[in-house]
């Protein structure tokens, strides 16, 4: 069992700048690949990152959503069994309820292919 903790949301100009934490207990962390994703009112809950668990810290694989690359970006912390995302230059259409997830078989991109989900942490980009 997992338990998943995400923070740092909050309301944000078009522009700005947030970070996501996400703090994991329970089985160990270094073992999960761990995931973002994103759900707006009215719309499936989409992907935005996700990072592996293999490899040291130089050698793990990171995946983004389209919308984000280059504004965003994924990185853990195994020592503090927390992943984060720093996202930059928010936009409007960034707004969202922003969940982290672990998974015990790889870095997927469907929510399907996660098996734990924290609570979720608001974020709201104003234009």
């Known amino acids: 069992q997992v338990q998943l903790v995400e923070s740092g949301g ?3 100009q078009a522009g700005d700048s947030l970070r996501l934490a996400c703090a994991a207990s329970g089985r160990t962390f270094s073992d999960s690949a761990m995931g973002w994703f994103r759900q707006a009112p009215g719309k499936e809950r989409e992907f935005v990152a996700a990072i592996s668990w293999t490899g040291g810290p130089a050698d793990y694989g990171t995946y983004y959503a389209e919308s984000v690359i280059g504004r965003f970006t994924i990185w853990r912390d195994n020592a503090k069994n927390t992943v984060y995302l720093q996202m930059n ?13 672990a998974s015990n078989s790889g870095a997927w991109s469907a929510p399907r292919g996660y098996d734990y989900w924290g609570q979720g942490t608001q974020v709201t980009v104003s234009s």
């Open 10 to 12: 909050g309301l944000v």
């Open 89 to 101: 230059s928010l936009k409007p259409a960034d707004t969202a309820v922003y969940y982290c997830a």
